[in-house]
């Protein structure tokens, strides 16, 4: 067994990835295909996503839509980290707020990229697992009672 890090066997790591153009055809005339993200870390509900980039390649649109998508849920935060591996070189970040995303920004290497993952890690703790769930799901509830109060007016009228 080769232990890398927190992959316990490289080999048997790389054995498991997935070819998934498969399952290309099926998401209608679309240009869809499916991603997969590079590490995730659950605290309280609230996600982290890491995706990782070699430099200079960039975020494909579709992915960037998933990422935004993400974000509205307002429990995934998703950081894209350019770099050779186990170099970070450049960070974005994806909050869990729509429409917020930081501009890239250059890290000096692995210590800067995990002051950003304690301060999210932080930010996780602090907040518990009804909190976050319920916020989210109240934004669902209020957004089907808007829906269903418009229809009964409109049929009011």
């Known amino acids: 067994m080769t232990t890398h890090g927190n992959i316990r066997d490289l080999g048997k790591y790389a054995a498991t990835v997935w070819d998934w153009s498969f399952l290309n055809g099926c998401f209608g005339s679309t240009k869809i295909r499916v991603s997969d993200g590079d590490g995730m870390v ?3 509900s609230h996600l982290l996503l890491f995706e990782a980039k070699l430099p200079n390649n960039p975020i494909p649109e579709g992915q960037r839509r998933m990422f935004c998508s993400l974000q509205a849920t307002g429990l995934v935060t998703t950081f894209v980290i350019w770099g050779q591996p186990n170099k ?5 970040c994806f909050y869990p707020y729509p429409g917020y995303t930081t501009e890239k920004v250059w890290l000096t290497g692995e210590d800067e990229l995990k002051g950003w993952v304690e301060k999210w890690f932080s930010y996780a703790n ?3 697992w009804e909190n976050s769930v319920t916020k989210a799901m109240n934004k669902q509830a209020e957004a089907a ?3 269903y109060l418009q229809s009964r007016q409109q049929l009011a009228a």
Do not use: F
């Open 42 to 44: 659950e605290r309280n």
């Open 88 to 92: 970070p070189a450049a960070l974005q």
């Open 126 to 128: 602090s907040t518990g």
């Open 145 to 147: 009672l808007r829906a």
